[in-house]
């Protein structure tokens, strides 16, 4: 049973810092950690999740307001929703952007950087898991996320 009053706002300050941290640790560790580099709308995915934690430490320091809880669930939300629509490109759903990107590094022979970098296409799960790929569990995660949050919040309102 969720909790109402001070102890939910409590419970989705946590949350809204906790998840986003997770998703983007997961995130970083599979990019450094395994070679799977990110395409743009993986990127895409990433920036409101660094709002959101941003939004958590606002929380955090005004413990008592709500609305930056709110605006970082907001936040967790569109991520999933921008990871959704990655995750219907992948599959092949529906047709994405036509741009890929290059991990291409400065210094030393441009052409020969930009030759050697690995073309990460957006269309492409690198990586998947039961059939679902990065894409679609930061859908899953953030949206799900984003729900409890939401009904923490509207919990936390009542006494």
Do not use: K
Request: aromatic content about 12%; overall charge neutral; proline content about 6%.
């Amino acid at each position: 049973m969720l909790p109402t009053g001070p102890a939910a706002l409590r419970l989705a300050r946590l949350l809204v810092l906790l998840l986003p941290a997770a998703l983007l640790g997961g995130a970083y560790l599979s990019q450094y950690g395994f070679g799977l580099y990110p395409c743009e709308m993986c990127w895409w995915q990433r920036y409101p999740h660094f709002a959101a934690i941003v939004l958590a430490g606002v929380g955090f320091a005004v413990p008592s307001a709500r609305w930056p809880v709110g605006l970082a669930a907001l936040a967790i939300a569109v991520s999933g929703l921008i990871g959704g629509y990655h995750a219907g490109v992948e599959y092949h759903w529906w047709e994405g952007i036509t741009h890929c990107t290059s991990t291409a590094t400065p210094g030393g022979d441009a052409l020969q950087s930009i030759l050697d970098a690995p073309l990460v296409r957006c269309d492409q799960a690198q990586w998947t898991l039961l059939g679902i790929s990065l894409a679609g569990f930061n859908f899953l995660f953030s949206t799900g996320g984003a729900l409890a949050l939401a009904a923490l919040l509207v919990r936390s309102a009542r006494t």
